[in-house]
């Protein structure tokens, strides 16, 4: 069952593409047939570290170019896709799956959507996920990314009622995704190097290899609770 994974968070440097990279590395490591695809125009850099694989998509509020998207559904007829969006790209997303009526053909043809939010947990980034899960209602399952690599008291969320009345209504499911520590991610960023390369850097020494295996492991654990596939988040 193809699903069209949307990696979210609205505003730029909340961890969009750190989450994007390392789900990626999740599907490559199990062996999962997907495709991952680069929405981000202005900072590529998912397409930039995974370049041999990783396809390219716009979304845009011009209808002119509105059709530049339509690749991501295409795909995700007979593969999974994991899209990285670009910061602000919330309204020309929902344009698109509304105008074209995305989820009702979806259903049709066995292609579901998930939009997995990445969080900061301060006040602009949890208002902007009540916006999108309100947008969609039940019909997009949404996953809460609570990145510890930003915010590592998450308590006020847990507390909120607002929030937390969402969360029962839709069933949505949250994560805590671990912190990368600073000096392995500024190296992994300079270099651009997939995951599967910083595990055997050779400028990384036994225990910064180790952060790294670490790391993965925590996400990993992290995505298995709530599932990469649809029918497991839903």
């Known amino acids: ?5 949307l990696i979210d968070g609205e505003k730029g440097g909340v961890g969009k593409s750190l989450v994007a990279r390392t789900m990626i590395q999740y599907c490559l490591d199990k062996n ?9 125009r202005s900072n590529p850099d998912v397409a930039g570290v995974y370049k041999g694989i990783c396809q390219y998509a716009v979304f845009t509020e011009d209808e002119k170019q509105a059709d530049k998207a339509d690749k991501i559904f295409e795909i995700a007829m007979t593969k999974t896709v994991i899209a990285n969006l670009a910061a602000q790209s919330h309204r020309a997303v929902k344009e698109w799956i509304e105008k074209n009526q995305l989820i009702e053909l979806g259903e049709s043809q066995g292609v579901y959507f998930c939009k997995w939010f990445v969080s900061t947990g301060g006040y602009d980034s949890l208002n902007l996920f009540k916006q999108s899960v309100n947008s969609y209602g039940d019909k997009v399952p949404h996953v ?16 909120d009622v607002a929030i937390q009345e969402i969360v029962k209504k839709y069933n949505i499911k949250a994560i805590d995704f671990p912190k990368l520590a ?3 991610r500024n190296i992994i960023d300079q270099h651009r190097l997939t995951f599967a390369e910083a595990r055997q850097y050779k400028e990384f020494g036994i225990i910064s290899k180790q952060r790294v295996v670490n790391f993965l492991k925590l996400a990993y654990a992290a995505f298995e609770t709530v599932g990469i596939w649809y029918e497991e988040v839903k």
């Open 182 to 184: 600073y000096k392995e």
């Open 32 to 40: 999962m047939p997907f495709v991952p695809v680069e929405t981000d």
């Open 144 to 159: 809460l990314i609570k990145n510890l690599g930003l915010c590592d008291d998450w308590e006020h969320v847990n507390s």
């Open 1 to 5: 069952m193809p699903t069209i994974h």
